[in-house]
């Protein structure tokens, strides 16, 4: 079992020794990741907001589908947002790739973040048919609970129903995350081994998870604080950012001054934090996966060189 305090005391220790220094790495990770794609969403879904204010403004529903149906290239939008998560997607394995040789004391820097672009094809194979496992297993355990659910509705009292079927909502959602645990080390099994493949990658993060899966939903949980405190910064700023935007107009310019100003006041919380979670878990990876620094060695004391 590994020891949690450890591992973020290893994390701090990495992020101390960082050069160029971690939160530069992460700053530039940040602004090209969750700034740059929540920008460029935003303004592609211009059509989506306008149509959302036509509507709220009492327009005919109609009429406003038919409007915007004819002067939107539907095809250009998903394209782009499919492209934006494919390029989130490498950018991910690449700030993987940076905290696991920073954790490693090996040579770190600006220049992992893009590493996942010299193997895009296996980085985008990978994460593809995690998310293809995840789906599939979720959609197996959507059988047995939609049939509980029916009978519950069908044979129970509606106050003994809506407990059981919380119940049963809650044994889904930990039965979900159960299966998508198993695959939250395979970018670090990837850069491991990447010439063995997406599906030994996949294969490895599930032998290293197996009975640790609760020993990382704590490692994650103890986060959780850091978490919530950047994801209310988050609010803050786009709260402002949307009074700005509003006042200046609406329309686009408030949804991305609003996505813009959520992401600059979180983030000199967000490149401390974001780091600092990220080389607690290359720990935790090094110290299961036997990937661990070797100790120094210990002279013997009984041994005098210099007599």
């Known amino acids: ?3 949690r305090s450890l ?5 701090r220790e990495s992020m101390g020794t960082a050069q160029p220094s971690a939160k530069m790495v992460t700053l530039v990770y940040i602004l090209l990741t969750t700034l740059l794609v929540s920008v460029i969403e ?8 306008q149509l959302a204010e036509l509507l709220a403004s009492g327009y005919d529903p109609e009429w406003v589908m038919y409007i915007m149906l004819n002067n939107i290239s539907w095809p250009l939008i998903a394209f782009v947002s499919i492209l934006l998560a494919l390029y989130s997607s490498v950018m991910s394995y690449g700030y993987t790739a940076y905290t696991l040789r920073l954790s490693r004391r090996e040579e770190a820097g600006y220049n992992n973040l893009t590493e996942g672009f010299a193997m895009v094809g296996k980085v985008l194979i990978t994460h593809i048919l995690v998310g293809v496992f995840s789906f599939l297993w979720a959609l197996l355990l959507m059988i047995p609970f939609s049939i509980l659910v029916a009978l519950i509705a069908a044979f129970a009292s509606t106050g003994v129903a809506v407990g059981l ?4 909502y809650v044994a889904l959602l930990v039965g979900v995350l159960y299966f998508i645990l198993r695959y939250v080390l395979t970018d670090c099994a990837l850069f491991d081994d990447p010439e063995a493949g ?5 294969r490895r993060s599930k032998e290293l998870m197996q009975g640790r899966k609760l020993e990382y939903v704590v490692l994650a949980l103890s986060f959780l604080g850091w978490a919530i405190l950047v994801g209310l910064l988050s609010a ?9 935007g ?5 329309g686009t310019a408030r949804t991305v001054l609003s996505t813009v100003l959520s992401v600059v006041v979180s983030l000199p919380l967000a490149v401390w934090v974001t780091p600092y979670m990220q080389c607690t878990v290359a720990h935790f990876y ?6 661990n620094e070797p100790e120094a060695p210990v002279e013997n004391p009984g041994e005098f060189p210099y007599l």
């Open 286 to 291: 090094n110290e299961i996966s036997g990937h």
């Open 1 to 3: 079992k590994t020891n």
């Open 7 to 11: 591992l973020k005391i290893a994390a």
């Open 42 to 49: 935003n303004a592609t879904a211009a059509p989506f907001n």
């Open 246 to 250: 509003g006042a200046l107009g609406g």
């Open 198 to 202: 997406s599906l030994a990658a996949i």
């Open 165 to 168: 079927i919380i119940i049963l």
């Open 236 to 244: 803050i700023g786009g709260a402002i950012g949307g009074g700005i």
